[in-house]
């Protein structure tokens, strides 16, 4: 560096020693200031989409699609899911119940089975022979479900089934009373264990051909977001936890209901609270572990306490900077103090280094600070610029995620360089450190050392094996553009995220085209249909039941035949008979009978449940058995016929007469309608998604939705890192070849960047660990870290003879364990649950061992190669 930087940083020292104790109350005011201004002004963006530039035509038609359809994702969705459909549908409406009078939390509650419209006129949306399959079922119910809303007994029923045994054919196929038997049997053992069984009617109602009812239930919740709270969503998550909890416990069997959370909100409230947990270990961590290596480095209480307070300013001084200019973090920016950590004490560390070398060799206290600065000041000038460079080359970018990162990161540098060339050297002025003693190296480290010169060639060459082998593999580095990637894989969002979209009949990843008219929509609806990769497309039009007269007709026929019991509005009381018992006696000597003159499957069922009802009566309380058999068999019997009754009240329906909610989900307040596309594989990777879109967007080039998004910002995401490189190995190169003012050095410090460069792609594709949006500022960064050792080993040999060994000078010592403790900073990542930053901690951590072993081992023999 020039004699006038040197001379200026040596002034600068020397005036921070004679003003020290006024430097540091200084310094203690700003860093409280920055402190409050970090608390006040910094926040997090949970939301994904809002990590790529909004002005990207892609994300400018998703825009485009949520104002003309706001809300049509709530963002939480309830799943329920039991053995029985109607323990679920209980428990579906139980917690609609509790959760749709918190207005102050949620905006609205949607489950389209609890719809009086659905309950109404539910039966129009099934296809004509699917009714009239069921029509039939219910008639063939009839005289039981009659009888039963007569008398709504055990007793009632046990006679009921022994009138049905005297039916000629009763054993036969044509009069089939297996499915019946099966079912109360199977409710009778559950009640002899104590256990809660309901008895499906709907079920038993329905013949196969029918469609049976879904024992998973859906719940869609709209909350009211607090943005000032790290995580927006917590109080209406915490809101629903409760209710689970109170459906589940208060009523006998709804504890093995399963009842689960996920939804866009959902999935990134957990990830916001595992990313900054994650972070907080991270960087606790980094902390105890950075103070360590400077312990072993420094071998001076003194100098660790100036060095880690030095990092401490700095990294308050970073954060208030992030709270003025950038003000939100998102999932990738809130690493930024771990990565602060790493790369800002770096600083400190040289120069705390250079000053301990110095008063080994006798110089004084007082002179060995100033002369430290000045010795390596420029350097560290060169390190701020480097690495700022890594990080602002994804600045100008469309990934504005991780350019917020670089922007923090980037002034990070300077700021760390600053408070090292300031509050340093008052805190040593202030704790002057005692001498150092001398540091002699054994007999194996003097071996060592002298390894990269004495084989040289062999290193070479196992190096060009090495590189050879990289080249083979690094054409196969991927990135992976699925965001769900970057999320715990074992939480429950996740995970019932991933279950429903295994399931085809579920709309979990779908495309949507915003189109002018219903007549727009049914065209489009054709020419999309017919593509292999599309499953179905849905329209408003498609909300409205088709064949409306036919199956209304159905319908009434039904009602006509049905009679008044079951017609006639009125709610159904279970009762308790006092010859409930002795019908049950009744009932198990009967089927004992039936058992031994039947043969083949009804056989086996009236022994089954005559063998459940005889363990039923020798419980040791049997009228508490009874009572649960009672509420097993007839608890949801009032339910269905009210159902029942309601359904059989249906009427000719158009889209006016769908619920708000759901008209507004395909039919905007300017009169613009959405069609939705479905995929016809699951879209659970990188090439099934990328097929779906691309084969639509032929077809329907502005069409949106969350596939679309994922491949187009897995495709800005990639322009930006090959963007970002460039910028950055441009500016690096360019500013080495003015510092460094000779081409060959250039080259020489670059060379082991673009082997390290190499052998990490590769390592990428070795570990499994593709490229993704957390990780992928991993090479521009290194690009940026990694010059500073070369420049840092090329500027010390120029000031040694040419045979001099490089590696036995304080500079090698400073660049090791000022990588060391980089490197474990960076590995600190990985124990973050986030796989973003689990994989890049990994990504980071190898690559920078990788440069550090090139920069060690390659760069000493070419320089002595070449200044020979």
């Known amino acids: 560096m020039s004699d006038r930087l040197q001379g200026l940083l040596h002034l600068w020292v020397l005036f921070i020693q004679r003003w020290a104790r006024a430097v540091a109350w200084v310094c203690a005011g700003l860093a409280a200031l920055a402190v409050v201004v970090a608390a006040l002004r910094l926040s997090v963006d949970t939301n994904p989409a809002n990590m790529l530039d909004s002005n990207l035509p892609w994300r400018q038609a998703e825009l485009a699609l949520d104002r003309a359809f706001p809300n049509s994702d709530g963002g939480l969705v309830l799943v329920i899911e039991a053995a029985e459909p109607s323990r679920a549908a209980a428990a579906q409406a139980a917690l609609a119940a509790i959760l749709k009078p918190q207005l102050a939390l949620f905006a609205d509650v949607r489950a389209a089975e609890l719809e009086p419209y659905f309950q109404q006129n539910g039966l129009l949306y099934l296809e004509p022979d699917v009714l009239q399959d069921v029509a039939d079922g219910v008639l063939r119910a009839q005289p039981f479900l009659g009888t039963l809303a007569r008398e709504p007994s055990l007793a009632g029923l046990a006679g009921l089934i022994e009138k049905a045994l005297l039916v000629p054919d009763a054993g036969s196929s044509d009069f089939d009373l297996v499915p019946a038997l099966n079912a109360v049997a199977e409710a009778t053992e559950a009640a002899a264990t104590g256990k809660v069984k309901p008895l499906d009617w709907a079920r038993l109602m329905a013949t196969p051909a029918s469609l049976s009812p879904s024992p998973r239930k859906f719940i869609e919740l709209v909350p009211t977001l607090d943005y000032g709270r790290l ?82 300013f700095g990294l308050v001084l970073t954060a208030a900077f992030a709270g003025l200019v950038v003000q939100k973090l998102n999932l990738i920016s809130m690493a930024f103090a771990v990565l602060y950590v790493g790369l800002g004490l770096d600083y400190a560390l040289y120069l705390a280094l250079r000053y301990r070398e110095l008063r080994q060799h006798g110089t004084p206290h007082r002179e060995a600070v100033p002369q430290a600065a000045s010795d390596i000041g420029g350097f560290l000038f060169v390190c701020a610029a480097t690495t700022s460079l890594g990080f602002l080359a994804f600045v100008p970018t469309a990934f504005t995620g991780i350019a917020g990162l670089g922007l923090i990161s980037g002034a990070g540098m300077f700021i760390s360089l600053i408070a090292s ?67 715990d894989p074992d939480s429950e969002s996740v995970r019932t995220f991933r279950d429903l979209l295994a399931d085809p009949l579920i709309p979990t990843l779908t495309l949507s085209a915003i189109v002018a008219d219903a007549a727009e929509a049914e065209a489009l609806a054709a020419k999309v249909r017919p593509l292999a990769t599309v499953r179905q497309v849905m329209t408003l039009a498609q909300l409205v039941p088709m064949q409306q007269a036919e199956k209304l007709a159905i319908i009434e026929d039904l009602a006509f035949s049905l009679g008044p019991e079951l017609t006639t509005p009125g709610e159904l009381e279970v009762v308790a008979r006092a010859e409930d018992a002795a019908a049950i006696d009744r009932l198990e000597v009967a089927m004992q009978q039936a058992a031994r003159q039947w043969r083949g499957p009804p056989a086996a069922a009236a022994a089954r449940l005559a063998k459940a009802l005889e363990a039923l009566q020798s419980t040791p309380r049997p009228l508490e058995a009874v009572a649960l058999l009672r509420s097993n068999l007839l608890d949801t019997l009032g339910g269905q016929i009210a159902q029942l009754r309601l359904s059989l009240t249906a009427h000719a329906v158009t889209a006016e007469d769908l619920p708000l909610w759901l008209r ?18 699951v879209l659970d990777d990188n090439d099934s998604t990328r097929t779906f879109v691309r084969s639509v967007q032929a077809v329907v080039p502005a069409v949106s939705g969350p596939p679309v998004g994922m491949i187009e910002a897995g495709e800005v995401v990639v322009q930006s890192f090959q963007q970002a490189f460039l910028y950055s190995a441009g500016a690096i190169g360019l500013l080495l070849l003015i510092l460094l003012r000779s081409l060959r050095d250039t080259l020489l410090v670059l060379l082991p960047l ?88 990994l990504l980071l951590t190898v690559g920078l061992g990788v440069i550090l072993l090139c920069t060690l081992v390659l760069l000493p023999g070419l320089l002595q190669r070449f200044r020979r």
């Open 231 to 312: 995580q927006p969503a917590k109080v209406a998550i915490a809101a629903i936890r409760s209710a689970i909890a109170e459906v589940q416990s208060a009523k006998p069997g709804y504890a093995d209901v399963r009842i689960r959370l996920t939804g866009r909100i959902a999935l990134e409230h957990e990830e916001i609270g595992m990313a900054f947990s994650g972070a907080l270990l991270a960087f606790g961590v980094a902390l105890v572990l950075s103070a360590g290596l400077l312990f072993v480095a420094l071998r001076s209480r003194r100098l660790v306490l100036a060095t880690v307070l030095t990092l401490l």
């Open 421 to 487: 060339l300031t509050l340093l050297p008052a805190l040593l002025t202030l704790l002057p450190p005692p001498a150092p003693g001398p540091s002699l190296p054994g007999r194996w480290l003097e071996a060592l050392l002298e390894l990269p010169y004495r084989k040289r060639r062999e290193i070479w060459i196992g190096m060009a094996v090495l590189l050879l082998l990289a080249a083979y593999f690094a054409p196969r580095a991927r990135f992976d553009f699925d965001p769900l990637h970057l999320r």
């Open 754 to 841: 673009a082997a390290a460069g190499l052998l990490t792609m590769a390592a990428s594709v070795v570990t499994n660990t593709p490229f993704n949006f957390a990780n992928v500022i991993a090479l521009p960064l290194l690009l940026g870290v990694g010059v500073d050792y070369g420049v840092y080993l090329v500027q010390q040999a120029r000031r040694l003879p040419a045979d001099a060994n490089l590696l036995k000078t304080g500079a090698t010592r400073a660049v090791l364990f000022g990588a060391l403790v980089t490197m474990a900073n960076f590995g600190d990542l990985m124990l973050a649950r986030h796989p973003g930053m689990v994989s890049m901690g």
């Open 664 to 681: 507004a989900r395909w039919l905007a307040e300017d009169g613009r309608q959405r069609v939705e596309i479905w995929p016809r594989a």
